[in-house]
Structure formats: structure tokens, C-alpha cells
């Protein structure tokens, strides 16, 4: 329900022109008192007869009458009101209707009179008015002195901390409006903001609140002083622009006007050092800071993300609430959002998924390409035997989008075929490789699916290769499907392995404190790596303190899914095709499954060349060889 403010003061103290100007402000109709007067009354003032009380009853009686018509949108009225009887009058119980009284001394007002041209003015009247006045107890009370633009400032001020947001929301591109619609379709009301670009970028938070009915309880703003004054106390404000300078950017611009105990909440694909350091910088200014990694696209986003906050736990407690409410939900209908770690680890765990989610891409592709190119089966056959994988326990939404990526035509055509072959990447990818070998963490698979999205980039050159070189890829004749399901299965549960295993140990490297478990948890729906396999890594997860490859449950699949995965590695790399992620799956599995490596000739070379020392098998201690002089 919205709110009847009444603008009242006595005459010449601007009501209407501060009216008019609040109106237009909150988007909300205006209207003049005087005009609902009756034709008696009207005749009286004409007369210049002061009306008396029973004159102003049923004049106050006609304005209440339209309150039904008001109560939708909200009203502005200006009305004198000037004393507590009528005010009260103008109060109905089940409505909401404020007062904003617009305060002046007798000279100041007169002066204002004065000065209005053609206007009668006797200061008498003006006398007695402020002979009835009653000072109004409570309501907006504002200095009709000042400018205008300042008394509606202090009006807007007043009126968003009368009806203060608990949450706010900053970016309203794709993602910003999917959430803010999301939050709004669970009652949590919203003040927006987008950051006013002159000419470009005017009133789009306003426009979008009018664009979308759910978001009609929703304030919207491009000025980020009366944004951040109109949210509840401690402020909670959710993020949601892009990465990088913009996060910066806007933390300093919000910076003047919050107050200790506040909370921003970075909702993009931040660099997880740049969010540690914010978290840093704004502890020492009293403002949590809390990373939450936000996976499901554009849709997820409006109809359920998977949410991955990382930061204090009293910081999550106090958006637990508005995080859980727009999340996905799991089977057991929890919320897919809980807090992962400390520190910046929500969007360090973002960024894994993301690298999960490109070698789990690079797989189905690679599925594609040895079905397609090398087993000359049609899209269509492919797209029924995607659709039948999905029915089990290689059930994906990846698998799922695939079918119907297959199944897309345009005027008669295969969609796909005329998709150029140029993968793009937005840098999560090559961020996660590169935070994952900085930690020590082996990435095979995931680096694998970033280096194929670089070379599939470089169309020009491998089109000169294939001049060059005119080796035509292999036919493979009579593909077992069976057995190319139970390989890409163990490339699947090969590539989790992996980006759990970086979690692993980065939490360990950062003292996150993640739990794994749970992480799994809040992948298995709203995000794009959901799938069966994600739902039986729970229970894996669940009080397990190492490599997922070594639990109980796994080995019995892996020792059957490993001979399938060698079948098809030797079959389609002899064949000619480029499957970069699951031979590097094999290689990841067959160096991790034999006690004895290649890398003392590593250490050796490393002596030799660089006097780098090495350790023995047969005794302890470290060790150099002079390696060119005989014994
Ligand atoms: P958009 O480009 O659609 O929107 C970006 C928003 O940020 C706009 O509102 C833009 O304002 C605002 N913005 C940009 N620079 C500034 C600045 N310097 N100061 C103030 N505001 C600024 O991006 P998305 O909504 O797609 O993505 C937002 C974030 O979410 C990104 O970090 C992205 O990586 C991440 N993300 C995106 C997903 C997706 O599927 N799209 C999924 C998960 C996360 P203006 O309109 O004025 O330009």
C-alpha cells in the first residue's frame, strides 16, 4: 500500500511548488487541496470570509473520499492542515498518510508574499494563520527557507528512512535485474540504483521498476547519497556490476555515506585476490566486505542461482536470510547457498566451478567430435544418444542443453553447423589455472579446456595446418556408445576430482576452512554444473579428506571406467582427433595411480644444469652430483 504525504504549512510557504517538485520525485500524482473545496466555500474565500470549522468538515470529508483512488499509486496533497483536528481528520486508520510540514517564520513568509506579483497579500489573514497553527508532533519536519532542491533532498532523505529497504541492489545489466526480480518475487523489497550517465544512462533503475510489475514495491534511484539512505540500518548492499575497476569504482563512491557495520556484497566474477583485498581494506574501516559467487546465467539468476558467499559468519548471517530466499533449492529443498569459506573464497570456489563447468564443456564437445567427425553418425542419432546418456548416471544440464543444441535448426539446417568453431572465454578459466598452479594443485583437465578454447580461436592457422599438412582425420567404424558413455563418465568423475582437489588445498593454502560437501551441495541445482554426479559427491565429500579418486566408492567404478577411457583415448588420438581433455584425464589418473614417476630424470637434469640438489630413495638428505666427472 503506498503512502498520502500531505504537504502542509501556511499559505505562501510553498507547498504546492515542493508538492509538485516531490511528486514528480516519487513518481506519484499531486493534488491541491483547495481544488476539492465546495462551491460555498469557494464563494466565501472569494468574499474574502475566513471559513470556519463546520465549513472545513465536509471539505475535509470530500478529500478523505478520495483516498481510494490514491491508495494504489500514493498521493502528494498540499494542504494547509493547519491544525492538529484537521490533520487527524485527514488520517484514516487503515491508510498510510504522512505529514511533511514545511516550517518558516512570519517575516520570511510575508517577504515570499510580498514579492508574488499580481498577488493580493494582507498580512493580517497571513496573521492569523500562523495565529492557528499547531506545530505538528510528529512527521517530516522541513525548513521551507532553504532551496528548494535542498528541502526535497531532505524530504526524499526522510521519507526512505521512514520506509527504509532492507537490501539494496547496484547494476542493473543482465544479471543485476534477473536478481532484483528474483528478490522481489520473495517479498524482499529492493532499493535499486544504476549509476547515472548524462544523456546515456538516465533513470534506469526507475524505468526498470516500471518495466517489471514485480518490482513496483522497489525504489529506485541514480543518486547514490539518497540510494544508500534509503536502505535499513546496518546497510546490506548486493553488487552486481562488472568485474574489476567498476567494483572499486562503486565501493568509493559509496564509501562518504555508509557507517560502520554496513555490508557490501560483490555479487559478480570478481578475482578472488582482488576480493581478499577488499574484504582487508574494508575491515579496517569497519564495512564487511563478502565475495558471493553467483552461477545460473541470466535465468538462474531470476528463477534460482546456485549462491556461493564466502566471508565472516556473522556477515553471512545477517544476508543468509535474502541469499537463501532467491537461491535454487536441492532435492531436499535447502537452499543452494551456504557459506563456503572465509575470506574470498565465495568467488575462488566461483571460479573453480566456472573451471569445472569449461572441461566438462570441452568433454561433451569431445563427445561430439569423435561421434560426428570420426563415427560419421548424424546429429540427430547423436543428439538420441546424448538424450538417452541423460536418462543416467551421465545425467548433466550440460548433457541436457547439448540434445537440444543438436537438435536446433534454422531454415531446415543443423543450427550447429554453421556456428563458426571459435570458442571465446570471458577469464575465469585461465584465472582458475593459473590461481590452481600457483597453489601447487595439478589442473589438468581444466587448463586442457582453456588451451582448447585458445586454439580453437585460432581458425586461421589451423586452417593453414590442414593445407599444409592434408592429414584427414580417421574414420572410426562401429563406435561401442556403451563404452564411449563409461569413458566420458570417467572423465567426469576424473575433472571433479581435480577442481575438488584444488579447493582442497587451497583451503588449506588460505585457511578458508571450505566444506567440500557442502560446496557439492549447492552445485547440485541453479548452476550449470549440476548434474547426477554432483549429487553423489555429497555423500563422497562428506567427512572425506582427500582426492576423490581415492574413495571407496570411486575406486570399483574407476578400475572398469579407466580401460573404457584408454579404449577410447588410443582409438580417437590415433584416429586423428584432438581430445585434449580426456587424455588429459587418463594421463591425470594413470600419474596418479602409480607410486614410481619419470620425475627422477626431472631432478637429475635440474642437479645437472642448475645445481638445484635432489633427495634419495635410499637414504636421507639432500644431495648434488658433480654429474660430468666419472667415479
Ligand atoms: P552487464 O554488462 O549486463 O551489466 C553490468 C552492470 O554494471 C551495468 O548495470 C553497468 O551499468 C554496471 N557498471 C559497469 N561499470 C560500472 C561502473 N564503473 N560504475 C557503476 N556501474 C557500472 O553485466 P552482467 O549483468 O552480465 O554481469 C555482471 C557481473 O556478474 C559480472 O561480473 C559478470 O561476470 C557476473 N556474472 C555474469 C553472469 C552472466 O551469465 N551474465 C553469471 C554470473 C556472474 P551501466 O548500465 O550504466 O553500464
Known amino acids: 500500500m503506498a503512502t498520502i504525504y500531505i504537504v502542509m504549512g501556511v499559505s505562501g510557504v510553498g507547498k504546492t511548488t515542493l508538492g509538485k517538485a516531490l511528486a514528480k520525485r516519487l513518481i506519484i500524482p499531486f493534488y491541491d487541496a483547495d481544488d476539492f473545496h465546495s462551491q460555498e466555500n ?34 502528494i496533497l498540499a494542504c494547509s492542515a493547519l491544525k492538529e483536528s484537521y490533520r487527524t481528520r485527514l488520517k484514516v486508520d487503515q491508510l498510510q498518510v504522512k505529514t511533511i510540514y514545511l516550517s518558516a517564520n512570519f ?89 547515472h550517465v548524462p544523456g546515456m544512462e538516465e533513470e534506469v533503475a526507475l524505468q526498470c521498476i516500471r518495466t517489471y510489475p514485480e518490482l513496483k514495491d522497489c525504489k529506485g534511484f541514480d543518486d547514490m547519497e539518497l540510494f544508500v539512505n534509503s536502505l535499513a540500518l546496518p546497510r546490506k548492499i548486493f553488487l552486481m556490476v562488472n568485474a574489476g575497476p567498476a567494483v572499486d569504482a562503486v565501493i568509493d563512491s559509496l564509501l562518504p555515506y555508509l557507517t560502520e557495520g554496513d555490508m557490501i556484497m560483490d555479487g559478480g566474477n570478481s ?34 542461482p546456485s549462491i556461493m558467499p564466502g566471508g565472516t559468519t556473522e556477515a553471512y548471517h545477517q544476508v543468509a536470510p535474502f541469499l537463501e530466499a532467491i537461491a535454487a533449492k536441492d532435492a531436499q529443498g535447502n537452499a543452494c547457498c551456504a557459506k563456503v569459506g572465509s575470506g574470498g573464497s565465495g568467488h575462488f570456489v566461483k571460479m573453480i566451478h566456472n573451471g569445472i563447468e569449461y572441461a566438462e564443456m570441452q568433454l561433451i564437445a569431445e563427445m561430439y567430435d569423435i561421434l560426428h567427425f570420426h563415427g560419421k553418425i548424424s546429429l540427430t542419432e547423436i543428439a538420441d544418444r546424448f538424450d538417452e546418456w541423460n536418462k543416467g548416471e551421465t545425467n ?177 588420438l590415433g584416429a586423428g582427433a584432438a581430445i585434449p581433455v580426456l587424455s588429459a584425464s587418463l594421463s591425470y589418473f594413470n600419474a596418479m595411480i602409480q607410486g614410481d614417476s619419470s620425475a627422477n630424470m626431472i631432478q637429475a637434469q635440474r642437479d645437472f644444469f642448475g645445481a638445484h640438489t635432489y633427495e634419495r630413495k635410499d637414504k636421507e638428505g639432500v644431495f648434488h652430483t658433480d654429474w660430468e666427472v666419472s667415479q
Not at 51 to 72: E, F, N
Not at 271 to 300: A, C, M, N, P, W
Not at 490 to 495: D, G
Open 42 to 75: 469557494k464563494a466565501k474565500m472569494a468574499a474574502g470570509i475566513p471559513l470556519q470549522d463546520q465549513d472545513r468538515w465536509p471539505w475535509l470529508d470530500s478529500i478523505v473520499a478520495q483516498y481510494p483512488l490514491w491508495k494504489t499509486k500514493g498521493a
Open 107 to 195: 517575516s520570511f513568509v510575508a517577504q515570499r508574499l510580498a514579492a508574488r506579483k499580481a498577488h493580493f497579500f494582507n498580512p493580517d489573514l497571513l496573521q492569523s494563520q500562523f495565529d492557528t497553527l499547531e506545530t505538528p508532533k510528529s512527521g517530516i519536519v522541513c525548513d521551507a527557507t532553504l532551496p528548494k532542491e535542498a528541502i526535497v533532498k531532505h524530504i526524499m532523505n526522510a521519507i526512505q528512512r521512514d520506509q527504509a529497504s532492507p537490501l539494496g541492489l547496484i547494476g542493473l545489466g543482465v544479471m543485476g535485474k534477473s536478481l532484483a526480480r528474483n528478490f522481489a518475487n520473495h517479498d524482499i523489497p529492493l532499493s535499486l540504483y544504476n549509476r
Open 271 to 304: 578475482h578472488y585476490l582482488d576480493t581478499e583485498r577488499r574484504v582487508k581494506d574494508l575491515q579496517d574501516k569497519g564495512i564487511h566486505f563478502v565475495g558471493v559467487g553467483v552461477s545460473g546465467g541470466e535465468e538462474g539468476a531470476l528463477k534460482g
Open 396 to 572: 548433466s544440464y550440460l548433457l541436457e542443453i547439448s540434445v537440444i543444441i543438436l537438435q536446433k535448426t534454422e531454415d531446415g539446417q543443423p543450427l550447429i553447423d554453421v556456428i563458426l568453431d571459435k570458442a571465446q572465454q570471458k577469464g575465469t578459466g585461465s584465472w582458475s589455472t593459473t590461481a590452481a598452479l600457483q597453489i601447487g594443485a595439478p589442473f589438468d583437465t581444466i587448463a586442457q579446456a582453456v588451451l582448447a578454447r585458445i586454439i580453437s580461436s585460432q581458425k586461421e592457422q589451423r586452417l593453414k595446418g590442414q593445407q599444409l599438412y592434408n592429414i584427414k582425420r580417421e574414420e572410426i567404424k562401429n563406435i561401442d556408445t556403451t563404452i564411449l558413455q563409461k569413458a566420458y563418465q570417467t572423465a567426469r568423475m576424473i575433472n571433479h576430482a581435480i577442481g575438488f582437489e584444488t579447493l582442497r588445498k587451497a583451503s588449506a593454502h588460505y585457511q578458508w576452512d571450505l566444506q567440500l560437501s557442502e560446496i557439492a551441495r549447492i552445485w547440485t541445482n541453479g548452476c550449470i554444473i549440476r548434474s547426477k554426479t554432483m549429487e553423489r559427491l555429497i555423500e563422497i565429500l562428506d567427512g572425506f579428506d582427500d582426492n576423490i579418486l581415492f574413495h571407496e566408492s570411486v575406486i570399483p567404478q574407476l578400475i572398469k571406467g579407466n580401460v573404457a577411457l584408454k579404449h577410447i583415448v588410443q582409438h580417437a
